[in-house]
C-alpha cells in the first residue's frame, strides 16, 4: 500500500480492527489482502465501502458479528456458523470475504447443503452477495449465472427428483405412482397358478392358435400382460435415462441404492425379449434362467419410490437414517441375549442327557430360532421348552426380550416424532409455494 499510515484500521459494521501493513499483507482472507497493493484511494473503494485517509480506515458495510466469526477462523482455523443467523446470509458473508464452503467445518457443511437443497439453490447465483463481477471471476467463487441450458436441465431436474417443485412435478410423480402401482399388481398377478398355466400355454401360441382355438382367451390375457409390463418398463427405462442426463453428478446417481435397484429390475426384460427373438425359450437357460426371474422379483423395490410421494414413507426412512446407532444398539441387544439363552437352553432341553432330550434342541443354532420368537413375544409354538428348566429359562427369555426391545425404542420415537415434524413443515412450505404459482 503506497498510501496512509503503517496502521491500518478495519470499521466492519461499527467494529473497529486494527492491523499493521505488514498483517494486511499477508491477511488470511482475500479481500483484506487487496488492500496491500491498491495503490490509489479509487482501487481501494472498489474493496470498501469507504476510506478515511486521516485515519487510514476502511469501512466495510457488513454484518459485524458474522465478521468475528470470520476473526475466529482467521485465528483458530475453524468456521462455524453464527448461532440464530441463517446459513445463507452468513454464507454470503463468506463469500464476500474470500471465503467458500470448503472452510466450513464439516457439521456446517451439511447444514449449509441441506439448507441450499430445501429451497432448490446449487449455487447463490439468485442472492446478492455483493461481490462484483470482477472478483468473482478472480476469486473464482461459485457466485455466477446460469446459462439458459443450466436453467433447463436444474429445472429438469427438480421436475423428476422433487414431486413438490412444481404443478407439472406432481402430476409426473402421480403418473410415475400410477405404472409403479400397475406393475406390482401385474407381478403379483403372474404368480397366481391360473395365470403361470395361461404363460406357459403361450410358449407355443401359434400352434394353439392353428390347432387349440379354444386356449385364445388365455393368449388374449398373455398378450395384455405383455403389453401392460412393455408399457411399464418403457416409462420407468425412460424416466431413468432422463433423470440420468439432468443429474448434477453421474457418480453420485448410480451409487444410489434406488437407481441401482432401477437398473437391475429393468434389464431382465430387455434380456428376456432379445433370448426371445434370438428362438432361446426362458426355461432353457438353467441358472441364468433362475438368476433372471429373481431380478425381475427385485422390482417389488419399485415400491420404495413411493417414499418420495408419501410423508410416512420418507419419515420412517429418515428416521431410521438417524437412528442407525441405536438400531444397531438393537441387534447388538438382541444378538448377545440370544447367544446366551440359546447355549443355556440347548443345554438345559438336550445337552444334559436325563432322559427327556428334546430333539427340536438338538444343536445351538436351532434354539436359536426359539430365542428370537420368544423374546419378540411372537411365540409360534411350532418349538417349545419341556423341561422345568428349560420352561423357566422360556420365561426369563420372555421377560428380558421385552425389556431389551423396550429399552432404545424411546430415543427412536422421538427422532421419528421429530423427522415427522420437519417433513411436515417441509411439505407445507412446498404447498404454500406451489398455491402461489397456481395463483400467478
Known sequence: MKFGKSICVLNVGGTRYAFTREVIRDFP????????????????????????????????????QAFVFIMLYVRSG?????????????????LYWGLESVHLDSCCQKRLDDRMSE??????????????????????????????????LETMRKTFEEPNSSVFAQL?????????????????????????????????????????LHHIPDIVRERSQWTVEAVCIGWFT???IV???????????????????????????????ALAQAGVPGAGLGVAGVVLRVLRMMRVFWLMKLARHFLGLQTLGLTLTRCYREMVMLMVFVFVAMAIYSALAQLLEYGLDLGTQNPDYASIPAAAWWVIISMTTVGYGDVYPVTVGGRVLGGMCVVSGIVLLALPITFIYHSFVQCYHELKLRSARYTRSLSVEMLQ
Open 119 to 152: 429451497i432448490g439453490l446449487d449455487t447463490l447465483s439468485e442472492l446478492d452477495v455483493g461481490v462484483s463481477g470482477d472478483e468473482s471471476q478472480s476469486s473464482g467463487s461459485p457466485v455466477r449465472r446460469l446459462t439458459g441450458r443450466a436453467k433447463w
Open 238 to 240: 425412460a424416466e431413468c
Open 78 to 94: 475453524k468456521l462455524r456458523f453464527v448461532p440464530g443467523v441463517c446459513e445463507l446470509s452468513f454464507y454470503t458473508e463468506m
Open 172 to 212: 409426473l410423480a402421480s403418473v410415475s405412482v400410477i405404472f409403479v402401482l400397475v406393475s406390482m399388481i401385474m407381478m403379483c398377478a403372474s404368480t397366481l397358478p391360473d395365470w403361470d398355466t395361461a404363460k406357459r400355454n403361450t410358449v407355443e401360441e401359434h400352434r394353439l392358435i392353428r390347432d387349440r
Open 243 to 273: 433423470r440420468f442426463l439432468v443429474a448434477k453428478s453421474k457418480w453420485d446417481f448410480i451409487r444410489r441404492p434406488l437407481n441401482v435397484i432401477d437398473v437391475i429390475s429393468i434389464t431382465p426384460y430387455y434380456v428376456t425379449m
Open 29 to 64: 482472507l482475500r479481500r483484506v489482502s487487496r488492500l496491500h497493493a491498491c495503490a490509489t484511494e479509487k482501487e481501494v473503494l472498489e474493496l470498501c465501502d469507504d476510506y478515511d485517509r486521516e485515519r487510514n480506515e476502511f469501512f466495510f458495510d457488513r454484518h459485524a
